[in-house]
């Protein structure tokens, strides 16, 4: 059974920095593409960040680029998110996400392309 896990998430002042990490049981990261996800109340959840399944580039939303970096450590089994620069309207539950396919990451952009979810975690930026 596969199961994510994000971790990190919590409150930080608007200017600050927050790593959030993303592990896996039952499943290794190695060739697959892992994206992160965003969600706030009352709108439909957006695509952030992903690691292509070659873990050589990363790909980034227009609203995190420059300021939100995504890396994968297959040694660790380890995807993580680190966001510096943040903004109140950084605010949302965020998640990661594995691709459904090895070996690909085509549209990694949409929701419907990953087959595997973690529960999420809280980041709460504040004036």
């Known amino acids: 059974q596969v199961q994510l896990e994000e971790s990190g998430g919590g409150l930080v002042q608007a200017g600050g920095s927050l790593g959030l990490n993303c592990t896996a049981s039952?499943?290794?990261?190695?060739?697959?593409?892992v994206a992160w996800f965003r969600q706030t109340p009352g709108k439909e959840r957006e695509f952030v960040a992903a690691?292509?399944?070659?873990?050589?580039?990363?790909y980034y939303a227009d609203s995190v680029e420059g300021r939100f970096t995504t890396s994968r450590d297959d040694a660790k089994n380890l995807v993580n998110l680190w966001m510096s620069d943040l903004k109140v309207e950084d605010t949302a539950i965020y998640y990661c996400a594995v691709h459904g396919r090895r070996y690909w990451d085509t549209s990694y952009w949409e929701e419907s392309q990953y087959a595997y979810w973690g529960q999420g975690t809280q980041v709460t930026v504040f004036t």
């Open positions: 039952g499943l290794s990261f190695s060739f697959y593409c």
């Open positions: 690691r292509d399944w070659n873990n050589q580039y990363s």
